[in-house]
Structures are given as structure tokens and as C-alpha cells.
């Protein structure tokens, strides 16, 4: 889940709860409206390559659900008994977030082998990068999660389908990783208001992505409806903008007995982006 402070500010008045599901959800209308000039496989609507059409579509799928297994954790979502609020998805322990992690791979894997790959490849690589990854609980998650891949990868292949190469995988993880991030950028941080911690722009890194970097800078301040102009340069959607929303719900910024009390309390509150040109 996550917890935003609103306003961005260290003593909100309000928190934002987000669902992992529903962040998932905005990537992926992110990697289905990306397109333009860009060479790879997310933006090949115009490829009548079938081979290349199926990995298109496993591996949207794949970023669609790729925090499913979220969903009865945040459905109930257990208090930090500290400080009496919801945990962060940044916050929890790993004896916490393995199991969930585990249970998106799991799901992945039952859209297809490339999209269960590229999902426990997705956690994998944020476990590894943590400051938790050689104590003794996340190395046997990561060896499961390993001996899944290889499997899993070897089955892609066995399809023998032409376009069905290790550097096609490889990429196609590596741009989940990018509608995973900013994504979270969007829910995260923007938008932001003059009253708020700025929220700067990013320049996401495109890695080995045959792209270019892409920076997204948000306005200061939101336009007379009510939703949050966001500009990205170099343009790299096929509308001329995009338009999107996030729904979750605030809840007072204080300390809670229990979540049933906290539940009792929640306004659902609705985030708008629309993204247009830099």
C-alpha cells in the first residue's frame, strides 16, 4: 500500500491510501499508451508481426498485475503498532512482503512464462537492491524465485517462436521497471502544490531501453478542473495527451487503535494526471 502524506509535508493533515493494485493499474495504461517513433516491443500496435503482438500482450498483462498479490493484504491492512497507522509498502518487513511479492509471482506466472518472469525478475531485482538482501530469509526467497526463472524462461523459449530471445525478456523487464517507476513517481509525489515539499521533475532512465531518457515535470499548480498537468519531453504516447486517474482514500493523520477504527473514517479521494507535451 501506499501512504502519502497530504500535503507532502512531514506533519500532514491527511494520508493518502493507495493501492498497490491501483498503481499497477496506472502503469499499465502507461506501457498500452506509450508509442510514437520508439524501436521496442511495448509501442507495437502497427507491428503485424503475430510473435511480436503475443509478447506485447503477455507482457502488458504482466504489468497490469504485477502486485496482485497485494490485494488481500491491503484489503485489511494491518497497523503499524508504533505510531498507529497504516504500514507503507516501503515500511514493511520483509517476513511481511516476500510472501506477497511471492504470491504476484505466482499469479504472473498463470497469465504466461514471460510474464511470470518478468514479474519475479521485477521483485528480484528490487530484493537484491535492498539493504535486506543476504540475510538468511530474502536468499531462500531469491533461490525459489531463481529456479522458478530459469524454468520459466526455458518454457518461453521451448515455444519456438522466433522473437522468443533472452534480450527480449530482458527488455521486456526492464520496462516493466520503467511504468513501475513512474507510476509511483505520479502516485508518490505528484501532484504537488506550492503549499506542498516540491515535487521535482524526473528524468527516467531508459538503461538499455532503445529509447530516450524521458524527463516528466510537473506543473505547480492544477488547471481549473481539478486535475494535474504533468510534461513530458521528449513526447512519447500516441495521443496527443493522456489522462489519467488513481482512486484511494484519506484518513485523518493520527495515531489509530485498530483498523476497523481507522476504516470508519476514510473519504475516498481520487488523483487526476493528464500528461501533455514538455
Known sequence: MIRRNIPLIDLPDKWLLLSQVEHARVSFELAEAWGGSLDSVVCGPNDQNPHLQEVRQELLSAILHHDDGWASWEASPPLDSEHGRPWSFMEIHRSQALPLWRDSVLRAYRLGPLAGWVVA????????????????????????????????????????????????????????????????????????????????????????????????????????????????EPWCFDADRLELDALGYTVPAQQYNSTGEMAKSRSPMRLRWTLMPG
Request: glycine content about 4%; proline content about 5%; overall charge negative.
Open 121 to 232: 525478475g521485477h521483485f528480484a531485482h528490487l530484493l537484491r537492491e535492498s539493504h535486506e538482501a543476504h540475510c538468511e530469509l530474502s536468499e531462500q526467497w531469491l533461490a525459489e524465485v531463481d529456479v522458478w526463472r530459469d524454468e520459466w524462461l526455458a518454457e518461453w523459449r521451448s515455444l519456438n517462436r522466433p522473437v522468443h530471445t533472452a534480450d527480449l525478456a530482458e527488455e521486456c523487464l526492464e520496462w516493466l521497471r520503467l511504468f513501475d517507476w513512474l507510476s509511483l513517481w505520479l502516485c508518490c509525489y505528484c501532484p504537488a502544490s506550492l503549499g506542498d515539499q516540491r515535487c521535482d521533475a524526473m528524468k527516467l532512465d531508459t538503461g538499455n531501453l532503445k529509447a530516450t531518457p524521458v524527463t516528466v515535470t510537473p506543473d505547480s499548480e492544477p488547471p481549473d478542473q481539478g486535475d494535474w498537468r504533468v510534461r513530458v
